[in-house]
């Protein structure tokens, strides 16, 4: 009797072994699978991930409004990126003249991933410009106009690269100015005005 008895013990824990592995081996499976799926989502999202930088920006003091922009804040290694700078005069007269230097509006790139920048030259020439009021005097960023020390070999090295081939993959931030002097009515002083902003994009291969 004792036998047939732990026979039948023996017997029921078998069973029990067998139903507990079967049990556990689908949500084994079901982990795995879960943890690859993972995976591929966070690959595919991440190139997706939009630039943390801005990609337009403005400033206004007094009666004048600078704004830089950027047409997208992602581009192809392919794309040629689009960087605009603006000033408007929005005060109540119908037009207005400031003096500057060469140009009022300036820019100044860094490449972040490789810790290197391009200035911009401008020569000391009295200029002036007449702006119309709520028309913005616009000028568009050409990086061919930028300027870098000799002793800079890294920037030279990359300013002679996207000169040729255009902007490589990297982040880019782009710090614009409004440098002018500002003279409203016959018997009032003049004002130099310098505005400043910036924004960033991103290229990507």
């Not at 007094?62 to 929005?90: C, H, M, N, R, W």
């Not at 500057?100 to 911009?120: C, G, Q, W």
Request: glycine letters at 6%; hydrophobic letters at 35%; charged letters at 30%.
């Amino acid at each position: 009797m004792k036998k047939s008895f732990v026979g039948v013990l023996m017997l029921f824990m078998l069973l029990l072994v067998a139903c507990g592995a079967e049990n556990e081996s689908p949500k084994a499976n079901d982990e795995s699978q879960n943890i690859s799926d993972t995976s591929s989502t966070d690959t595919s999202s991440s190139t997706d991930t939009p630039s943390p930088y801005p990609f337009e920006a403005d400033i206004k003091e007094d009666d004048f409004v600078y704004k830089i922009y950027t047409e997208q804040d992602v581009y192809e290694a392919s794309e040629e990126p689009v960087i605009v700078g603006e000033l408007t005069y929005v005060g109540d007269q119908a037009v207005v003249e400031i003096g500057h230097a060469e140009t009022p509006l300036s820019f100044y790139l860094e490449e972040k991933t490789r810790n290197v920048k391009i200035d911009m030259l401008i020569r000391e020439i009295g200029a002036t410009s007449k702006l119309k009021k709520d028309v913005p005097l616009t000028v568009k960023y050409d990086v061919s106009n930028g300027f870098v020390s000799e002793d800079d070999k890294e920037s030279l090295k990359f300013f002679d690269m996207v000169k040729k081939q255009g902007f490589p993959p990297g982040e880019y931030i782009i710090s614009g100015h409004a440098s002018f002097y500002f003279k409203e009515g016959s018997n009032e002083e003049g004002k130099n005005y310098n505005l400043e902003n910036w924004i960033g994009f991103i290229v990507r291969d």
